[in-house]
């Protein structure tokens, strides 16, 4: 196909022209995150034309993310393919010429570097569901002057902002400390398909703007809107606080010293276990697991079915166990049924 023609529209736009475009063909962008807001800045930017996607997902594809994961089908929900490959597949399949490189793993402090720096990323973007992960980008992005992009949503309220380290406040300049008490999440407040777009069609229009050097049009506020009241506010964040612990002290507690959790709840009646860093070997364990219960596995995921319990394993024995939200069940389930 031809570069020209396919992205002719896209030249013909005054802030991108040919000169844009080529530095689009050029340009390397993570995605942490392929949910809602990852599929749509994942399916925008690939469609734009960037040249390399990094994308970085633990989880697989569901039916209920059908409702709202644009990049994802219902053969995806039936193999419970992770949901990077299944991105990565899709976005081959509509443009070719962009390079993807799936991750099927959780962002830690442990594989933060290793991730985000084996290419030089233009922009990061934070596709998350959670602020322990935005608050790792953020330190990483800080402390090597990558722009990041944050963007949240809930219900029918999003959120974003761009984060320019030196230049515009950071995300703990805004929020010193996450959210306190019970927060809302898609799994308690459902969440609406169109607030999602919105938010993913904002960043990835600032990416592009970050990627074609139109830095005068970069927007310096948190932006939210709540689609279904329009209660919209914007927030100046053109300046960084100078007493900022992160951009302004430089201290980078949460890509340096705390260690994560090795079992944490993920979702409303789900718990992640990431004990051991092994290789599973999917045939030998399927032998294994045969007498006790249901099991299916492929290339990328090993299921487990014991009611009421549903295992997912992936290769290097990182698991999702449904049907509970009680930790300790969780790390007997492992133990007895992949090994301690
Ligand atoms: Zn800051």
């Known amino acids: 196909m031809q570069f020209q023609d396919r992205y002719s529209r896209q030249?013909?736009?005054?802030?991108?022209?040919?000169?844009?475009?080529?530095?689009?063909?050029?340009?390397?962008?993570?995605?942490?995150?392929?949910?809602?807001?990852?599929?749509?800045?994942?399916?925008?930017?690939?469609?734009?034309?960037?040249?390399?996607?990094?994308?970085?997902?633990?989880?697989?594809?569901?039916?209920?993310?059908?409702?709202?994961?644009?990049?994802?089908?219902?053969?995806?929900?039936?193999?419970?393919?992770?949901?990077?490959?299944?991105?990565?597949?899709?976005?081959?399949?509509?443009?070719?010429?962009?390079?993807?490189?799936?991750?099927?793993?959780?962002?830690?402090?442990?594989?933060?570097?290793?991730?985000?720096?084996?290419?030089?990323?233009?922009?990061?973007?934070?596709?998350?569901?959670?602020?322990?992960?935005?608050?790792?980008?953020?330190?990483?992005?800080?402390?090597?002057?990558?722009?990041?992009?944050?963007?949240?949503?809930?219900?029918?309220?999003?959120?974003?902002?761009?984060?320019?380290?030196?230049?515009?406040?950071?995300?703990?300049c805004i929020f010193p400390a996450p959210p306190e008490g019970t927060v809302e999440t898609c799994d308690t407040a459902g969440i609406l398909n169109s607030a999602v777009n919105w938010v993913g069609s904002i960043q990835a229009t600032e990416a592009i703007k970050f990627l074609v050097g139109a830095r005068d049009k970069l927007r310096r506020t948190l932006l939210s809107l709540d689609l279904w009241t329009n209660d919209g506010a914007e927030v100046a964040a053109a300046r960084p606080r100078p007493d900022c612990q992160t951009c302004g002290r430089r201290e980078f507690v949460h890509l340096a010293g705390e260690r994560r959790p090795q079992i944490t709840l993920c979702g409303r009646n789900s718990v992640q276990i990431h004990e051991h860093d092994r290789p599973v070997d999917f045939t030998e364990m399927s032998a294994r697991l045969q007498p006790h219960g249901l099991v299916k596995h492929n290339d990328f995921v090993l299921k487990f079915w014991r009611e009421p319990y549903e295992m997912t394993l992936f290769p290097d024995g990182r698991a999702i166990i449904k049907g509970t939200s009680d930790t300790a069940v969780a790390r007997s389930l492992y133990a007895r049924f992949i090994g301690s």
Do not use: H
């Not at 962008?29 to 807001?37: D, H, L, N, P, S």
């Not at 949901?83 to 442990?110: C, G, H, M, W, Y």
């Open 11 to 172: 030249i013909l736009f005054p802030g991108i022209g040919p000169e844009g475009q080529r530095l689009l063909a050029e340009a390397r962008v993570a995605i942490v995150g392929c949910g809602a807001t990852g599929t749509c800045v994942a399916s925008l930017l690939a469609r734009a034309g960037v040249g390399s996607l990094l994308i970085i997902d633990r989880d697989y594809v569901e039916p209920s993310n059908l409702q709202r994961q644009t990049l994802f089908d219902e053969a995806d929900a039936a193999e419970s393919l992770p949901k990077a490959v299944a991105a990565a597949r899709k976005i081959t399949a509509f443009n070719s010429e962009v390079q993807v490189t799936a991750e099927v793993a959780d962002l830690t402090p442990e594989n933060a570097e290793p991730l985000l720096s084996q290419t030089d990323l233009g922009v990061i973007l934070d596709a998350t569901d959670n602020f322990e992960t935005r608050y790792l980008i953020n330190d990483w992005a800080v402390k090597c002057g990558k722009p990041w992009i944050y963007a949240a949503a809930v219900a029918a309220y999003a959120v974003t902002m761009n984060i320019i380290p030196g230049e515009t406040a950071c995300l703990s």
